[in-house]
């Protein structure tokens, strides 16, 4: 696997060309630049002396999808980083559970707000549902995160195309066109958009001998959702191929603060519950790193210390409690930054040789 080159920017967070390990080691060594990181975990440096703005185009490809995202940065000569955004899919669930908890609360002798279904003013010119719209967040948020780190001139997104007569697509329809249209105008604001049809990165797909993993229950591999991605690039910019790592990156799944738990409670009370925080100094969603008897091990914090426990709940990157630890036992890396992230291994790219001119139209 080739070691990805380091990210720089400049002392006033421009975005420059990136560098190798070994110039970045010197750099740090000598003094004349700072270790970051930002919120999708992606290490970088920061110069600490003034450098020229020249860079080369790099250009950034997004392949849009119901529950992932495949993405993927190249310059004009290499595939820089692919990876795969895991979007927010349980909204809805919680949108529902709030909205019976509400109603119930009406037939009980307890503070409640009147209802409200009648007097909806949206400002926004687009109105987009919560579901909808923690996705659209969710993916706008990566690709300003790696555009602040790299010099992206192009953006270029594959135009997925729903038939509102085919199953689960005609109910969403509406709110599925609308989620597109906000994130094509969002991500205008940061370069020019070329957009791709699906048939075309069909086709580059095959001409680069590419696999793609299609089906239910799909594993987070190259193959299942950045392949598309790094097709695109590939098609337009004529970048050279190689083993680039993979990585995954999830939003974070918090409890939100609730007004008090589902099920009655002892005394006729109930306690609050959820919430990002309980006065201490570890959030939830914060990477932190935990000593133990058999080593150093990295999460994020899933629970925070209580009247009932004083320890830290930290979890792995997918989501998954990997146990709870005493407050000395666990030091803070970051705050939180709406992301778990996971370094897989190298994406599997065909040889050079399997490059060849491409018919395909771009629009």
């Known amino acids: 696997m080739q070691q990805p080159r380091v990210p720089v920017v400049a002392r006033d967070g421009t975005p420059l060309m990136p560098t190798t390990p070994a110039h970045a080691r010197i ?29 080369q185009p790099m250009v950034l490809a997004l392949d849009p999808g119901s529950k992932h995202e495949g993405v993927a940065v190249a310059s004009h000569k290499q595939i820089e980083v692919t990876a795969q955004v895991n979007l927010p899919d349980q909204t809805h669930k919680k ?6 908890l509400r109603r119930a609360r009406r037939y009980r002798k307890t503070p409640r707000r009147p209802k409200r279904f009648d ?15 923690s996705k659209v967040q969710a993916r706008l948020k990566a690709v300003r995160e790696l555009c602040r780190i790299y010099p992206i001139q192009q953006i270029i997104v594959e135009n997925v195309r729903h038939d509102p007569k085919i199953g689960k697509q005609a109910h969403f329809f509406s ?6 249209t906000v994130t094509l105008r969002e991500l ?4 020019p958009v070329t957009v791709v049809e699906s048939t075309d990165t069909a086709t580059w797909r095959q001409q680069f001998r590419l696999t793609k993993i299609q089906g239910p229950n799909r ?3 190259f193959e299942t959702q950045a392949v598309d991605a790094v097709a695109m690039l590939m098609g337009i910019t ?13 939003a974070l799944r918090h409890h939100r603060r609730s007004l008090h738990r589902q099920n009655p409670q002892k005394g006729r009370a ?9 006065g201490t100094f570890f959030r939830k969603g914060d990477w932190v790193e935990v000593t133990t008897r058999r080593g150093r091990l990295r999460g994020w914090v899933c629970g925070l210390p209580t009247t009932v426990t004083r320890k830290v709940g930290v979890a792995g990157p997918a989501g998954r409690r990997i146990g709870q630890f005493g407050i000395r036992q666990v030091r803070l890396l970051a705050r939180s930054g709406g992301f778990t992230w996971e370094r897989r291994g190298a994406a599997l790219l065909p040889p050079a040789s399997a490059v060849g001119r491409s018919t395909a139209s771009v629009r």
């Not at 290490?43 to 860079?55: K, V």
């Not at 007097?119 to 719209?133: E, F, T, V």
């Not at 109930?270 to 309980?278: E, I, M, S, V, W």
Request: with cysteine.
């Open 27 to 55: 750099m740090l060594r000598d003094g004349v630049a700072r270790a970051r990181r930002n919120k999708l975990g992606f290490f970088y440096i920061q110069m600490l002396i003034p450098l020229g703005t020249a860079t």
């Open 95 to 100: 949108m529902e559970t709030r909205r019976n």
């Open 119 to 133: 007097n909806r003013r949206h400002g926004r010119s687009y109105w987009l549902a919560p579901s909808q719209l």
């Open 175 to 180: 709110t599925t066109e609308i989620g597109k």
């Open 188 to 191: 205008q604001k940061l370069a």
């Open 219 to 221: 594993p987070e591999v």
């Open 238 to 250: 004529r970048c050279a191929f190689g083993n680039r790592s993979f990585y995954v990156f999830t």
């Open 270 to 278: 109930r306690l609050p519950y959820g919430g990002t925080a309980n």
